[in-house]
């Protein structure tokens, strides 16, 4: 996508931005600076007064080096100032380098900072690096010239995908968080199934999907939406820790929703080299069978514990809340032809905002103010300049892989130590995903990870678009499992649970995400690259397989109304034979696995289990009437 595309054609701006990099450093120039003036240096109270001064003279030099290599966009081109910038030029890049990674320490935080700079000094040093991590040396001027003027550093994939593609996204949420989007969601969930067993939990997945699938934020999400949805569960019977287990699971899924999927989906469509709605359409399946497998628990739950729906007349009704809201469904749906039909997706969130903002002002209820429209651009320039700064930290990263060549001698090392296992690269990228996503944000180690782990996944065999989700999906599981379950902790803080016990309780409710990417990695028809039919088989085992594994989960089986959760050895028996059965028959054929592994051997193993479960359930089910 060319600068030119980018702004319409417009004839004004053609004639300042003629080069892609051009609007690149504009958008850094423009961003960058707000770094240092929204973002204190130090996370103290009272910060003494040379900060002031300190951050204005960090402003004010952002600004004049980015204008300087925006002046200089053609040269650096046309001179390849990447390998080799003039001696007058190397104060620019020394200094951007610089301010890059004090952005990222501000922003970001100590971990991806000293990643960033660890990382973007290694080529200096990668002669004499040991051999796994060796590579070629180049001098501190090349570094820092490399770093900061070619498009394979700083202004890299990360950077490009988000000034391609993610800020219109971005723009889009915000402005649906600020005109009452939220509440809207709330309130439209409450009314559907605010009445249905277990209703407020069911409402919070309705929600929280749909708000999580806008933000592209989890903790965002939890602590807007859990605000209500939370007290909502704990007052209609659900204890502290699963009510926010449940926040927490829902927060994340959202984000894995399309058509959305936060600001990684787009950089992966980035480094896929896919129009985005491909990435969206790949990620709807996924999606659905991981919410309606936490469905599926909360119903089980709900029914073992007979918890009832709230009062209708404590309800909103569902014509009053479409009447007031109407807009955002409206808009909503404009996004989704604009991506999927029309496949306009560089312009879709700027024109769905648009009319978003526009219909606003004809609401009575939501009609902002000049106070609200200061608000709104706030927001969004301080989101806008997080995003940024973090994918910039990460594309130091990246820069110092390619310059010195260290990602191809990392693959070649997995895929050695793997030994041809696709079974085990599958579950050294699983763990890899996973530790890394509790250091990092989830973009920075999905971007980390799809240069150093992708590759040996696809040349095992592995199709790249199911490659490039699994490693997504296993980077948001931190935001659920212990020790770190940052969205289940701040869940927890909201309903007054454990934060340690509220993990372990989303862990157990969200255990279909564990599954879920080993599905759609071994069988593409999950994404939509297989037949109907194909497909439709794999969602009814899929299906079949989460009803069996939330029975074992939540010590009921729907269907039966039988509750397993008495400590009797029989009970504990049935219910790990449900949820092995269960893995069982949703696995889809996994014969590059083991070639005993197909669709029938695992079914008609899993149906046999199930039937030896269900004697056993009903046996003990009749000893126990009896004893009475």
Known sequence: MDAQRLFGGAQYFSAFIT?????????????????????????????????????????????????????????ILDEGWEFGAPDSALWACYLLWILALEATRRIAGTALFCLAALFSIYPVFAGSMPGPISGMSTSFADTAAYHTTSIESLLGIPFRAFANLVIGFLVFGVALQRTGGGKFFIDLAFALLGQVRGGPAKVAILSSGLMGSMSGSVITNVMTTGQLTIPAMQKSGFRADYAAGVEACASTGGVLLPPVMGSTAFVMATFLGVPYYQVALAGLIPALLYFTGLFIQIDAYAAREQLAGLPKDSLPGIRQTLSDGWFYLFAFAMLVVLLVVLQREAIAPYIASALLLLLNQFSRIHRWSFTDIYDFLLATGKLLVEILVILSGVGLIVGALSMTG????????????????????????????????????????????????????????????SVHLFILYWGMLSFITPPVALGAFAAASIAGATPMRTGFTAMGLGSVIYFIPFFFV?????????????????????????????????AYLAGFATSMDSTANTYLLVRIGFGVSGVLIAMPDAQMLHPYLTDITMATSGGAIVLICLALLKLTAQSSTEAH
């Open 522 to 554: 071994l069988d593409t028809g999950f994404i939509l690259q297989a037949g109907l039919l194909h497909t439709i088989n794999l969602i009814l085992q899929a299906l079949a397989g989460m009803w069996l594994i939330a029975g074992a989960m939540q």
């Open 19 to 75: 080069l892609e990099t051009h609007y690149f450093y504009a958008l850094l120039g423009l961003l960058l600076p707000l770094a240092f003036l929204l973002f204190p240096p130090l996370k103290t109270a009272g910060l003494p007064s040379w900060t002031f001064a300190l951050d204005l003279v960090l402003m004010i030099t952002s600004v004049i080096v980015c204008g300087y290599l925006f002046n200089n966009a053609s040269l």
């Open 406 to 465: 260290l990602a191809g001698t990392l693959v070649n090392e997995l895929l050695f130590l793997a030994g041809g296992s696709v079974a085990l690269l599958l579950l050294m990228g699983a763990l890899t995903s996973f530790v890394l996503g509790i250091g990092m944000t989830v973009t920075a180690a999905y971007i980390f990870l799809a240069i150093i782990l992708a590759p040996a996944l696809i040349q095992g065999g592995l199709d790249p678009m």
